[in-house]
């Protein structure tokens, strides 16, 4: 990741209660993708001993030109919390709610390439490339509590 940014902002409005935000900014990770993919085929097998040859088909083989050929989205949250005090004789506890990536932006986890079928209107059936993105949590509310003494 070349930049990462945090901007945090805090008020407190009084001994008892204080709000909390901070929006994380990333740009996305270098990351290695393959621009196409081959057909493996296994050596000659000779069929039933007959002497008849085939190729025996194996799974593709991606290829792939340069190491971090392509760069995932940015990535960026806004996390919020509300923070209330209060002042026991023995410490102090505290309650806090809040959001992390309050707005619910679907930050890339990770990417692959993926392959779907599609009728072309010139050639017939093929197979075009598709980037395809994995999310994680789009926004997570917590309740916390704790004690200082």
Not at 5 to 12: A, E, R
Not at 69 to 87: E, G, T
Not at 113 to 125: A, F, H
Request: glycine share 8%.
């Amino acid at each position: 990741r070349r930049h990462d940014v945090s901007v945090v902002v805090s008020w407190k409005k009084n001994e008892k209660f204080d709000i909390g935000a901070a929006w994380v900014y990333g740009t996305g990770n270098a990351v290695t993708l393959a621009y196409d993919k081959y057909l493996s085929l296994d050596n000659y097998n000779n069929y039933l001993g007959g002497g008849n040859m085939y190729y025996q088909e194996l799974p593709y083989i991606e290829n792939v030109e340069n190491r971090n050929n392509y760069r995932m989205p940015s990535y960026h949250r806004l996390d919020i919390s509300f923070n209330f005090h209060k002042k026991k004789k023995w410490g102090e506890r505290t309650w806090s709610l809040g959001i992390y990536n309050a707005y619910f932006r679907q930050n890339a986890f990770f990417v692959y390439v993926d392959y779907e079928d599609y009728q072309s209107p010139n050639i017939g059936g093929r197979q075009k490339k598709v980037l395809k993105q994995v999310s994680l949590f789009p926004g997570i509310p917590y309740v916390t509590y704790s004690f200082r003494f």
